[in-house]
């Protein structure tokens, strides 16, 4: 099993950042793809980024491109969300995720066998 862990989430304006963090334990070498999803009230979970694990390809919404990255230290088992120019419409829980699948679409979020507690970001005009 992993275990996963968010932190970072917050408070803020318009225009500003946070970053997210998700510290994984547990069999971190299972790990294929480590991913982002958000899910707004009402809404359901979407994709937000993905990154492999060991290669480091990256993959994103459209949604938060040129705003948001994702980065990881595998040294420390753990990812990163950097989120810049928040707008209001990116307020939701943010969970990172775990993918042991090889292949398969990054964004789907039924591959993923593990998730952490979620953390939520308010962003306010």
């Known amino acids: 099993q992993v275990q996963l862990v968010e932190s970072g989430g917050g408070l803020v304006q318009a225009g500003d950042s946070l970053r997210l963090s998700c510290a994984a334990s547990?069999?971190?070498?299972?790990?294929?793809?480590m991913g982002w999803f958000r899910q707004a009230p009402g809404k359901e979970r979407e994709f937000v980024s993905g990154?492999?694990?060991?290669?480091?390809?990256?993959s994103i919404a459209d949604s938060v491109k040129g705003r948001f990255t994702i980065s990881r230290d595998n040294a420390k088992n753990e990812v990163y969300l950097q989120m810049n120019s928040l707008k209001v419409e990116d307020t939701a829980v943010y969970y990172c995720?775990?993918?042991?699948?090889?292949?398969?679409?990054?964004?789907?979020?039924?591959?993923?066998?593990?998730w952490g507690q979620g953390t939520q970001v308010t962003v306010s005009s």
């Open positions: 995720a775990v993918n042991r699948r090889f292949g398969g679409r990054w964004d789907d979020r039924s591959r993923y066998d593990y």
């Open positions: 547990g069999r971190t070498l299972s790990i294929y793809v």
């Open positions: 990154i492999h694990w060991s290669g480091g390809s990256t």
